[in-house]
C-alpha cells in the first residue's frame, strides 16, 4: 500500500477554481483501479489551502494515476499552474 500527502495554497483569488478543479479530480481519482481511497479537504483556518491524502493498492496503481488523463489535465496543467505553494510525500502504513 502506498500513502500520498499533498499540500497546496493558492492565492485567494485562485482559490474557487482549485476547489472546483479537486472536486473533479477526487471523483475520477476514486473510479481509477487501484485507488483505495482519495480524499480532498480545504482548510476551516486558511480556505486557501488544500490537502489530499490518497491511498493506492501499489506503487503501479500511483504510476496509473500519474499517467491518466485526468491527472495531466486538472493536475500538471490546472493546481500546479495555479499553486502558489506544493508539498507531497509519501508515507508507509503500519
Same mark, same amino acid.
Given at each position: ?17 482549485? /476547489? ?25 483556518? $486558511?480556505? +486557501? ?16 494515476? =500519474?499517467? =491518466? ?7 500538471? $496543467? ?6 502558489? /505553494?506544493? +508539498? ?7
Amino acid at each position: 500500500m502506498l500513502v500520498r500527502l499533498v499540500r497546496f495554497s493558492f492565492a485567494a483569488q485562485d482559490a474557487a477554481k482549485a /476547489e472546483a478543479i479537486f472536486a473533479e479530480l477526487q471523483s475520477a481519482s476514486r473510479a481509477e483501479a487501484g485507488v483505495v481511497a482519495f480524499y480532498v479537504a480545504r482548510s476551516d483556518d $486558511d480556505p +486557501t489551502r488544500f490537502v489530499l491524502w490518497e491511498v493506492y493498492e501499489n506503487q503501479a496503481a500511483f504510476d496509473l494515476h =500519474s499517467a =491518466s488523463e485526468h491527472f495531466q489535465r486538472l493536475v500538471i $496543467d490546472g493546481v500546479r499552474k495555479l499553486a502558489k /505553494e506544493r +508539498t507531497g510525500e509519501s508515507l508507509s502504513p503500519l
